[in-house]
């Protein structure tokens, strides 16, 4: 079992910047694909971005390509998700998930993935 926990989170005007972190436990981080999805009220649960287990390679949905990095340190067995020139349109509760793999690059597809968070509120005001 693998239990991943988001933070970094909040309230940030448009043009702010935040910092989500999923600190994963329970099996080998580094064995990891890693990806972080969004869900705003009455959508679907949308693909953000991807990272491979070694961190080399990196995916991203067209809506956020160029302002948000996704990053992981395998030593903390942590992922991150740096979003920047937020925009109200990106208010969302933020998850992230993983799927535990010794082969293979990034998922983009919310159903290749084993396990999911509880998700981190992100809210952008005008």
């Known amino acids: 079992q693998v239990q991943l926990v988001e933070s970094g989170g909040g309230l940030v005007q448009a043009g702010g910047s935040l910092r989500l972190a999923c600190a994963a436990s329970g099996r080998t981080f580094s064995n990891l694909a890693m990806g972080w999805f969004r869900q705003a009220p009455g959508k679907e649960r949308e693909f953000v971005a991807a990272?491979?287990?070694?961190?080399?390679?990196?995916e991203y949905a067209a809506s956020v390509k160029g302002r948000f990095t996704i990053s992981r340190d395998n030593a903390k067995n942590t992922a991150y998700l740096q979003l920047n020139i937020l925009q109200p349109e990106d208010t969302a509760v933020y998850f992230c998930?993983?799927?535990?793999?010794?082969?293979?690059?990034?998922?983009?597809?919310?159903?290749?993935?084993?396990?999911w968070g509880q998700g981190t509120q992100v809210t952008v005001s005008s």
């Open positions: 990272i491979s287990r070694s961190g080399v390679t990196k």
């Open positions: 998930a993983a799927k535990y793999r010794l082969y293979g690059g990034t998922i983009s597809r919310p159903s290749e993935y084993d396990y």
